[in-house]
Nanobody, 123 residues
Framework: VQLQASGGGLVPAGGSLRLSCVLSGGTSNTYAMGWIRQAPGKEREFVASISWNGRTTYYADSVRGRSTISRDNAKNTVFLQLNSLKADDTAVYYC?????????????????WGQGTLVTVSS
C-alpha cells in the first residue's frame, strides 16, 4: 500500500491542525492505521492509532485530550486533529498502516509508512 500524508505546516502555539492521510493500493478498512512522529534529534514515537472500523483508538499520553484520530473508509483516508499545539509537538508526522485490523501502540506493528508531513509549532 502507499500512504500520502498532508496538512502539516507552521502554526503558533495554541493553534490547531488537521492532518490527512490517503491510502492507495489497498482497501483501508482492512488495516488499522496509526500516526507516528519524529522530532528533530529524537526517535520516532507513537502518537495515535485507530482500528479498522474506528471503534478503538489509542493515544500517547503526550497528546491525549488534545488530539483526535478518525477515519473515513469510503475515502480511504485517516485524519489526526491536533489542538492546543505546543512547541514539543514540532515533528515530522507519519501515517502508517498496521499489519492487521487491530489498533496498536507498537511501532513494529506498522510495516507500511507514508513520507511524512512536517508540523512546526512556533512558541
Amino acid at each position: 500500500v502507499q500512504l500520502q500524508a498532508s496538512g502539516g505546516g507552521l502554526v503558533p502555539a495554541g493553534g490547531s491542525l488537521r492532518l490527512s492521510c490517503v491510502l492507495s493500493g489497498g482497501t483501508s478498512n482492512t488495516y488499522a492505521m496509526g500516526w507516528i512522529r519524529q522530532a528533530p534529534g529524537k526517535e520516532r514515537e507513537f502518537v495515535a492509532s485507530i482500528s479498522w472500523n474506528g471503534r478503538t483508538t489509542y493515544y500517547a499520553d503526550s497528546v491525549r485530550g488534545r488530539s483526535t484520530i478518525s477515519r473515513d473508509n469510503a475515502k480511504n483516508t485517516v485524519f489526526l486533529q491536533l489542538n492546543s499545539l505546543k512547541a514539543d509537538d514540532t515533528a515530522v508526522y507519519y501515517c502508517a498502516a498496521a499489519r492487521s485490523h487491530l489498533a496498536s501502540v507498537r511501532l513494529n506493528d506498522y510495516p507500511s509508512w507514508g513520507q511524512g508531513t512536517l508540523v512546526t509549532v512556533s512558541s
